[in-house]
T-cell receptor
Framework: TQLLEQSPQFLSIQEGENLTVYCNSS?????LQWYRQEPGEGPVLLVT?????EVKKLKRLTFQFGDARKDSSLHITAAQPGDTGLYLC?????????????FGQGTELSVKP | DTGVSQNPRHKITKRGQNVTFRCDPI?????LYWYRQTLGQGPEFLTY????????KSRLLSDRFSAERPKGSFSTLEIQRTEQGDSAMYLC???????????????????FGEGSWLTVV
């Protein structure tokens, strides 16, 4: 069974601090996606990483895919209250899986002004 | 708005009743997915369609659940004889091209709807 474990599950920080969220699996994923979800809304895609060792930046967010494609991290620099939300990693394992994603349990981020 | 549309957004039903959710994917997206999300958890895959064909169903999808996509456009998810454990948000998503396992930035993104909240009392 493919599982994705996210850590930490909850994170409460002050505005301006940096943070890192981790996503780990014992399985090799063909791709991994990061989503942000607001209460009562569906997940919104932030980034997709596909190549081992890949690093992608989206403004203050930096995403990294592990060399072995079993883990990923999301780093936020100088967090702002607008970053508050649920961050989800999701992986697709193998190929021709129809886009079926396995999600981590999420990291609930709260950034206080 | 041309995103994935789901309705109703919220449904409260008594245990034992049947409920149906509808999903309208982004126009011309041939892949449609249903996921379920409970509080404090990430979404869990339920089933997906390639056009009108239902290609895979999760073991989470008990025989009380049925999903259809009769014309390859909108889809419905019906839950019969609801139980309190069915309370969750039901998410629909669509993607524009067959997922080949090699995601392309603009090609194989999965777009989620806003979800339909079900509360069984």
């Amino acid at each position: 069974t493919q599982l994705l474990e996210q850590s930490p599950q909850f994170l409460s920080i002050q505005e301006g601090e940096n943070l890192t969220v981790y996503c780990n699996s014992s399985s090799v994923f063909s791709s991994l996606q990061w989503y942000r979800q607001e209460p009562g809304e569906g997940p919104v895609l932030l980034v997709t990483v596909v190549t081992g060792g890949e690093v992608k930046k989206l403004k203050r967010l930096t995403f990294q895919f592990g060399d072995a494609r079993k883990d990923s991290s999301l780093h936020i620099t100088a967090a702002q209250p607008g970053d508050t939300g649920l961050y989800l990693c999701a992986g697709e394992w193998g190929y021709n899986q129809g886009g079926k994603l396995i999600f981590g349990q999420g990291t609930e981020l709260s950034v206080k002004p | 708005d041309t995103g994935v549309s789901q309705n109703p957004r919220h449904k409260i039903t008594k245990r034992g009743q049947n409920v149906t959710f509808r999903c309208d994917p982004i126009s011309e997206h041939n892949r449609l997915y249903w996921y379920r999300q409970t509080l404090g958890q990430g979404p869990e895959f339920l089933t997906y369609f390639q056009n009108e064909a239902q290609l895979e169903k999760s073991r989470l999808l008990s025989d009380r659940f049925s999903a259809e996509r009769p014309k390859g456009s909108f889809s419905t998810l019906e839950i019969q004889r609801t139980e309190q454990g069915d309370s969750a948000m039901y998410l629909c998503a669509s993607s524009p091209t067959p997922w080949t396992g090699v995601p392309v930035l603009s090609g194989n993104t999965i777009y989620f709807g806003e979800g339909s909240w079900l509360t069984v009392v």
